[in-house]
């Protein structure tokens, strides 16, 4: 078990250590942690608290009516109603000039809805006292299309404004109706003289029982929508008692309108990565040529070594013959003939050396300017993230080490060059001596090296010079600075290609022949050789030695980093070419949506602190008078309905009852009525028993568990559903598979499985770390325990990444398409959004199988109060759900591989899908 653990633990840092020392990998990781989480925020956010705005949704309202006259009083209840709506600001009442231009403005989604209020709508409405009664009608349209839910909330406003109007005429026929009967039972008490005239009122009254039957039955529907009444009424105290929450949320609003900054920066980031995505194709491009030409690059070093090795070999040995042959040739002056085959085998062979010391100086030089170009890369990006750095300091040291270490190796580069040069010039001084003519066949190779060096030289002046001064210098003059360094590497640079242009290697190999054909000359002597090029040798040895030492020493070190760099170019290769197309898109989305989203975005959010700052105080005096009003009217009609109702359940039967009889007396000619009941039953308060009527009931609204924004209320539905996009996005970008280095050969597919988990498992915790405090922090979203939504947070990013890691693991691009039909039926068959009872028979019947059901709920225990039977069980379905695919994926990973390959072979054969 130990060596189990050891093993993955080394592949589990091994994976880190990978991520690190590829830049573009670790900005691919970065971006894969923070990009799920834009999208909870961004829809929290938007959804923040629509219900508060419903003053934007237009609706237009025309009245053709025209006044009426009753009882000697003009009634336009037309122009009162507009007045009304005037005063309201539940919604955007738009008021125009025509029918036609409510129906325009609704058909082309000017206005969310409209109602006409018709030319006899007041004339209508007092039918009723008149006996012929004409029920009046609104005419409401409504636009569909527009939005889904919009046409809901005006459709209230609607329906709401036909229940005002409604209740406040039953109202009033009501007392009206209450009112009369007071009246005549004071009159008949006090007039009992004339009670044979009050014999036909009370005939006339049995004839006109089914009419007040009628009234008194519109007075009990009435009450019925008294409980709707009193419900909103409530609703309204209540938000009128969240004032100060809804101040203190206000100012948090404002508050988030400071952090528009970052979101800005974010923004320009992405935008200017965008701008650099033809540069990462390119260097993809690049990457994919070195890698697939890297075997050659390999067996060339390996030749090079061998050869600067013999060259080392060969030097040492003729070095330590030329004394003799210096000797040798004072000694034998008179042996000519017999004494110059031995010398001239020694001269020749060193000559030979040069030839490999020109290839050797050419080979460094090249390396040098492959290094220089790297280096300055370095530098540029170092540069890039120094304004957005929040330790600059540490910025400046690492360009200054990056720096120093470029100065020394020009300063080797141009001691390299002056010694080939110097070299060269040499070899034509000795061949030139030997001839007895003046030529110069390497000349232009040789002021190419001269200017090869001066440039390596003044690079590393510059290079030192801007390292030293580097700590005290602002981001523009390091630029200026480093842009001045770039120019002069790009001389270096064409100095370089020149010199590798000019056949080098081919004129000293010319030369050499030459000279070892003018030595073995018939007419070339020993005392030549003597005078004219023994003396010559140890200098053009020494420079010699000293370029093959430094390119062996070169070539062995490179020769021993090549399978380490052959490997690390093959997995950035494959990470960054296998996902480009994904890279491309991922940072395009989030640039289009800062571009083009955000600036409609940040202007919403300063048009709504300036009504916080501006109209809010005003709005909340207004609703605070108007709540005052109708608290103080509320009672009196709900004390009237209460009489009314009162009236129609105990009074009613009996005065019907006596009116009948009366009735039937009077028309029998009886001699005596009982006049006392009747006379109690016309004395009751008629304001008590309409308003008893119109309210019979109240209601009293208790409220479980308070959320106070719809965006908190939907905050846990997107937080779950930004983790399993994260957990996807790695599922889809990272390799399920080890590229094993041979240290690690021996560990077995479960260790390498879960290694790769740990990764896995690790980056989706900080994804939902990340989203979760940012909903927390940045969006202020409410939660009642916010420690264990943080924990709950990464403990579903744990469990929804060991799905979707064995998914893919195990299947592939199969897998991958599993989870996003996971991901699919779980936003319809969770009930995130909407109780799953009103959804369909099939997704009310998979959401106990589907885990985003137990991630919603578990998150909202922590949002709006914790019912800790409900958490437990929460919690052990999402583990049961972890450790179920977590245990597939070890059990399975191994069995089923030879099939997985097989398969995924037969798809890649398509030559389309990866």
């Not at 109780?835 to 709920?857: D, E, G, K």
Request: with cysteine; glycine share 6%; net charge neutral.
């Amino acid at each position: 078990m130990e060596d189990i653990m050891r093993n993955v633990g080394k592949l589990f840092v091994l994976d880190w250590k990978r991520i690190g020392k590829t830049p573009l990998a670790a900005l691919l990781i970065a971006a894969l942690v923070v990009i799920p989480s834009l999208y909870c925020w961004m829809n929290v956010w938007a959804l923040w608290d629509p219900y508060s705005n419903t003053q934007d949704l237009t609706v237009a309202v025309y009245s053709a009516d025209q006044p009426a006259t009753f009882q000697g009083k003009k009634v336009a209840i037309g122009d009162e109603l507009l007045s009304q709506l005037k005063k309201n600001k539940k919604l955007g009442w738009r008021f125009v000039k025509s029918k036609r231009a409510v129906q325009d403005g609704v058909r082309s989604g000017e206005y969310y809805a409209g109602v006409v209020v018709p030319k006899t709508f007041s004339a209508d409405l007092l039918t009723f006292v008149q006996g012929k009664i004409h029920k009046p009608q609104l005419e409401y349209y409504v636009n569909e299309k527009i939005n889904a839910i919009a046409p809901k909330i005006t459709g209230t406003g609607a329906a709401t404004l036909q229940s005002t109007i409604s209740d406040q005429f039953v109202t009033t026929v009501a007392e009206a109706v209450g009112t009369g009967f007071n009246k005549a039972g004071i009159t008949l008490g006090d007039n009992l003289p004339l009670i044979r005239r009050f014999s036909s009122l009370v005939t006339t009254t049995n004839d006109q029982l089914p009419t007040i039957e009628k009234y008194l039955t519109e007075v009990g529907a009435l009450q019925n929508k008294m409980p709707e009444i009193r419900q909103k009424l409530q609703a309204a105290n209540d938000m009128a008692g969240y004032l100060p929450e809804i101040n203190q949320m206000a100012q948090k609003l404002t508050a988030a309108n400071g952090y528009l900054p970052l979101v800005a920066d974010a923004g320009s980031l992405a935008t200017q990565v965008q701008g650099k995505l033809p540069e990462v194709q390119q260097a993809g491009d690049q990457l994919n040529t070195v890698v697939t030409h890297f075997s050659d690059l390999s067996a060339a070093v390996k030749k090079a070594a061998t050869v600067t090795s013999n060259g080392l070999t060969v030097i040492n040995q003729v070095d330590g013959t030329l004394p003799a042959l210096n000797e040798f040739g004072k000694n034998a002056q008179a042996a000519i003939a017999t004494t110059k085959d031995e010398v001239l085998p020694k001269v020749t062979t060193a000559l030979g050396i040069v030839q490999n010391a020109a290839d050797s100086g050419l080979t460094l030089i090249a390396a040098a300017n492959t290094a220089l170009s790297a280096d300055l890369t370095t530098l540029q990006n170092q540069l890039q993230s120094l304004d957005s750095s929040s330790d600059t300091a540490a910025v400046k040291q690492a360009m200054a080490v990056q720096l120093t270490a470029l100065a020394e190796r020009q300063e080797k580069t141009a001691a390299n060059a002056t010694s080939l040069a110097d070299t060269l010039t040499r070899l034509e001084t000795s061949y030139n001596q030997l001839t007895g003519r003046e030529e110069h066949p390497l000349a232009a190779a040789i002021t190419q090296l001269r200017t090869v060096a001066a440039l390596a030289t003044k690079i590393q002046h510059d290079a030192a010079d801007l390292s030293a001064a580097l700590p005290s210098m602002d981001t523009a003059a390091i630029q200026q600075r480093l842009a001045a360094l770039t120019g002069t590497a790009s001389q270096f640079a064409q100095a370089a290609q020149d010199l590798q242009a000019s056949d080098l290697s081919s004129s000293v190999q010319k030369l050499i022949t030459a000279f070892s054909n003018q030595l073995a000359a018939a007419g070339t002597t020993l005392t030549t050789i003597n005078n004219q090029v023994l003396p010559a040798m140890p200098a053009l040895l020494q420079g010699t030695k000293s370029l093959l030492t430094q390119a062996n020493e070169f070539l062995t070190k490179m020769q021993t980093q090549l399978p380490a760099l052959q490997k690390e170019l093959t997995d950035a290769n494959s990470l960054l070419n296998g996902h480009m197309q994904l890279i491309k898109s991922g940072i395009t989305t989030a640039a289009d949506l800062y571009r083009n989203d955000f600036p409609a975005l940040k202007t919403k959010l300063m048009r709504a602190t300036d009504f916080i700052n501006n109209d809010l105080p005003g709005v909340e005096n207004e609703l605070t008078n108007t709540l005052t009003l109708a608290n103080t009217k509320m009672p009196v009609l709900q004390s009237g309905l209460n009489d009314a109702q009162t009236l129609i359940t105990n009074d009613w039967p009996t005065l019907k009852e006596a009116i009948q009889k009366g009735a039937a007396a009077i028309q029998k000619g009886e001699k005596s009525v009982d006049l006392s009941q009747l006379l109690k039953l016309l004395s009751r308060d008629a304001a008590k028993e309409a308003n008893f009527l119109a309210t019979p009931v109240t209601l009293t609204q208790h409220t479980m568990y308070p959320i106070p924004t719809y965006g908190s209320q939907s905050a846990p539905f997107y937080l779950a559903l930004c983790i399993w996009v994260g957990a996807l996005l790695l599922g889809a970008l990272l390799k399920m598979e080890y590229n094993l280095p041979p240290e690690l050969a021996g560990v077995t597919v479960k260790q390498q499985y879960l290694a790769r988990w740990l990764t896995f498992a690790g980056l989706g915790m900080l994804q939902g770390l990340i989203a979760a405090l940012g909903n927390l922090f940045l969006i202020h979203t409410y939660v009642v325990n916010k420690p264990l939504y943080l924990v709950f947070a990464m403990f579903l990013a744990l469990v929804f990444d060991s799905i979707l890691y064995m998914l893919v693991s195990l299947f592939g691009n199969i897998g991958k398409g599993i989870g996003i039909i996971i991901l699919v039926l779980s936003i319809s068959g969770a009930g995130g959004n909407f109780p799953v009872v009103l959804s369909s028979h099939f997704f009310q019947a998979i959401n106990p199988w589907l885990p985003f059901t137990y991630a919603v709920n578990l998150l909202r225990e922590t949002v709006g109060g914790i019912y800790w039977s409900h958490l437990w069980l929460d919690v052990a379905a999402l583990t049961a759900f972890g450790l179920v695919f977590f245990s597939l994926g070890i059990l399975l990973k191994e069995p089923i591989r030879p099939w997985i390959v097989k398969m995924n072979k037969m798809v890649h054969k398509s030559q389309i899908i990866e």
